[in-house]
């Protein structure tokens, strides 16, 4: 029997809810799909900069680096907001995305059918389905560039670059053309070609690494226009391809776009199989140990985690289609609940994914 | 009598026809308000390069910084897209935004109440109003950096550099805060200080600036956040500052979410009262020449042109006023035309307002 080695980063806020319920689907999924899987647990973020005084420990690196994938609550919380900023959660977030390669971050914007009513677009808008793939380029441009400051004729300024080079731009394009050929074979690339040097880099490539799949209508957007197509006609889009920069916005766009937040999962990927998956939602401090938090984000997680890293694809549909069912069964967490459904907490929830496997 | 010197630059596609019916409008505005217009013309865009080989001529700037306030149709267009970067229309745009020192870039979006269908949201999220004043640095930022290719660990590589100055944050800070006081009270300033230092700068100078504003209520939100609030609760904005590259995505969102693209004006200005007004829409070439063109945005930059650089703050009111009338009335153009409403043309849509005034 095939075992997995799975790093747990259960993080701050309802982190640590949400990630117990997904290791319980997941325990279930290997159950039925015939395969073990191992855990260890690691700090990152503000409990890790309680304990150990920095965010992104080293033994975190480690453990992360030696596992066959990981699995992320969420970090951050206004305690440690005071913290210099390269001190703070978010630097352990970055920090572990270069540490661990994760140059693709996938977050895909799905509606799910019996929650298309909390999409803020109007039905005719939102159309008969929306599924779009974002792919953003996660450990290069201007997150990772030089910055600073320096006096400027006198006068103090500060700078960041946003930089890419034409082997980082090849890569992220192969990731995305590949997933594009496996979905609805169109690809949206998104720039600012019209005034970013960077820009015309990263189009120059695209167009190169196009050529090697035919098969793939490719199409090119600048982002000021992605922002509004976005929010105009968003089912014409099937996988986009973009910067780190804009892929934070137009992906954080997007998930509010779709109305589901708190259903949305995302993979962190990098060459060879090892992953890291993560809720797109944060760590919502304000409900955090309540039992309230909706843990299908995390658990849909596990189910890309099974997908990308693990190749246990049916384990994978399995999970998707047990979320789908329990959301059939009118089953919601007060966050997408409405009138006429049937409340339940956390941990009921994790339970009831776990009974429809 | 007031005489007031304007240049208009009728630019590419549709941009000659919608000039032609806001100069219409002004003529009208003048005539009941007491003061007169002289016109003068220059070359912007594609026309100029066709004309005299570059998109911004040296005449046309000069001209432009001798008048009180420009007056732009609009520019680009497919024919000029194998123009080299350096020499395509946009460069033009670019190279007037610097050289008339125009760093404050107005962009109101607004839902006019017969148009509220338009939206893509639905009523309940654009609540009774919709009405954010989006502030958008326009010379600087990564725009305006430091650009080019190089090797990088012997890959070729391209950068932007994103840099702001002191000075320049507390001056935009400045005309954002003069115009939250002038409305609701209320500004929000959108940066990614988790992440860029420019940021860190513009957050410290924006803290700085506003204690001399305790009238107006502050707030910060990150720019991944600020794309998605704008879809969830728009109603939530008032006035919006933040950096050119992220005023270029997120004032388009805003733009789009009002539903009525061919309704919005802006104003772009410098110190002093010179400034250059233009709808946000684009050259639409398609449909330039057929004289379906929309010319209201045109006509609605009229009137942010007396309020901002020609200080007639009545005919502005009464050109606003003329085209809520014209809309009440039942009047559309094509790209807003809707069952039930009456179709007219653009030369027709221009002498409704007229008529109105
Ligand atoms: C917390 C922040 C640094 C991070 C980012 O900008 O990458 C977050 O917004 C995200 O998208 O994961
Ligand atoms: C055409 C382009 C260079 C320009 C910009 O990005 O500033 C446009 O998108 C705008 O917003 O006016």
Redesign the pocket.
């Known amino acids: 029997m095939k075992n997995y080695n799975i790093v747990l980063l259960r993080g701050d806020g309802i982190g640590p809810e949400i990630v117990t319920e997904a290791v319980k689907v997941l325990n279930r999924a290997a159950e039925k799909h015939q395969f073990t899987v191992t855990y260890d647990e690691a700090l990152l973020g503000g409990i890790a900069i309680d304990e150990t005084g920095v965010p992104l420990p080293e033994e975190t690196l480690q453990k992360c680096n030696a596992a066959d994938a990981v699995l992320l609550g969420a970090v951050g919380g206004p305690k440690w907001e005071s913290q210099p900023g390269n001190n703070r959660p978010e630097a352990g977030l970055l920090g572990i995305r270069a540490g661990m390669g994760l140059y693709a971050n996938l977050r895909p914007a799905r509606i799910f059918k019996p929650l298309r009513d909390a999409s803020p677009l109007k039905g005719d808008i939102i159309g008969e389905e929306l599924d779009i793939m974002m792919v953003r380029e996660l450990t290069g441009g201007i997150y990772f560039g030089d910055r600073g400051r320096k006096m400027v004729k006198g006068v103090p300024a500060a700078f960041d670059t946003e930089m890419y080079t034409v082997p980082e731009v090849e890569r992220i394009a192969r990731v995305a053309f590949n997933l594009a050929r496996k979905r609805g074979h169109k690809l949206c690339s998104v720039d600012?070609a019209?005034?970013l040097e960077s820009s015309r880099l990263w189009r120059e490539v695209i167009l190169r690494v196009a050529k090697e799949y035919e098969d793939v209508e490719l199409s090119h957007l600048?982002v000021?226009n992605c922002a509004m197509q976005l929010v105009r006609n968003p089912g014409q889009f099937d996988v986009v391809v973009t910067s780190n920069m804009f892929g934070d916005i137009l992906s954080d766009e997007a998930s509010m776009i779709s109305g589901s937040i708190g259903m949305l999962a995302s993979a962190s990927l990098g060459d060879g199989t090892r992953g890291l998956y993560e809720p797109i939602h944060g760590s919502a401090p304000d409900i955090a140990g309540q039992g309230i938090a909706n843990p299908l984000a995390t658990i849909l997680s596990v189910a890309m985690m099974l997908r990308f890293s693990l190749d246990e694809m049916e384990a994978a549909d399995a999970i998707d289609a047990a979320v789908a069912k329990v959301l059939d069964q009118g089953y919601r967490t007060p966050d997408i609940y409405t009138e006429g459904t049937k409340k339940v907490d956390t941990v009921t929830m994790g339970q009831l994914v776990v009974d429809n496997l």
């Open positions: 600012k019209n005034v600048y000021d």
